[in-house]
């Protein structure tokens, strides 16, 4: 994930925070993977949903192009 400067064009904004929330998915689900091997429910609940807003918010910037 890249900070952007402020000063790219909305199009170039908006396609930098679909990718970085792709980024994010990625790491999340490593994280979910690590947490069904550790039998661990509580986290697995915690980070599906979290992967669920991720992916909704990814998908809403993927229209929006």
């Known amino acids: 994930i890249v900070e ?3 000063e790219e064009p909305a199009p170039v ?5 679909e990718a970085d929330h792709g980024t994010v998915l990625k790491s999340l689900k490593g994280a ?3 947490a069904q ?3 661990d429910e ?3 609940a915690l980070v ?4 669920g807003a991720e992916e909704k918010a990814q998908w809403m910037l ?3 192009k």
């Open 37 to 39: 091997t550790a039998e």
């Open 42 to 44: 509580g986290t697995v």
């Open 32 to 34: 979910l993977a690590a």
């Open 13 to 17: 904004m908006v396609a930098a925070m």
């Open 4 to 6: 952007g400067t402020g």
């Open 48 to 51: 599906s949903e979290r992967i």
């Open 62 to 64: 993927l229209v929006s």
